[in-house]
């Protein structure tokens, strides 16, 4: 099987040739020893850059479990006045109406994490939440993503990060995908995005593939808290 060469980004790639150059010297056993050890190499820069990579956060805040009179997060969320797109409500109907845990959270966005405002080469999805494990950030369970937009606890972050949208919110709820069946018949992967636009709720679906990152809802670490 032919070996694959991983490509960079010019900043990553000229960040890892800095590495290179100020590499300390050591016996070629050494190294052989350390190639043949990847995670204890990343296990070991991440304690190295923990100090800089963690990213200071706007807001975070708590969300705590709250046990609903209805039948489903549909009907939770249309009793509430939410406008839900068909592709949403097929995906509301795998999210069982069900208690979680304790949840701190936040909201990031692709800049927040070291990416730049690249169109043309936007990061993948999976580039975007392995940086946000990193960062001491993960998915958020979907009830509590959901609980947050019915708090409106959204509106807290500070009004100098949401002027690009005065009079819309708009952000991905970062949660494990969830599997769908379209039209046809075949299975895809979707996450929630939600709109606030004027006052008015809707939540729409969106490609687990796609790179349209705007803000995104996540929790974090429970060792982070």
Known sequence: MANTVKTFDRQTARFLAVIAENLPEMPAVCMQIWSEQPKRIQEVLLKAFEPLVRIPLWWHETVKPVVHDARSWKEVLLQRGFTISDEAQAMLENVLLVPF???????????????????????????????AKMLGLEPISVQAALQVLLEDRYSNPPKNNLKKFPEQIIFVLGT??????????????????????????????????????????????????
């Open 101 to 131: 845990p304790e949840t701190e959270y936040t909201q990031a966005s692709a800049h927040s994490f070291g990416y730049g405002f690249d169109e043309k080469n936007p990061p993948s999805r999976a580039d975007y939440y392995r940086r």
């Open 176 to 225: 494990e995908p969830i599997s769908v069946i379209d039209k046809d018949g075949a299975t895809t992967k979707k996450l929630f995005v939600f709109e606030n636009y004027g006052g008015h709720n809707s939540l729409h679906a969106m490609d687990v593939e796609s790179n349209k990152f705007l803000y995104t809802l996540l929790a974090i670490h429970k060792d982070e808290q």
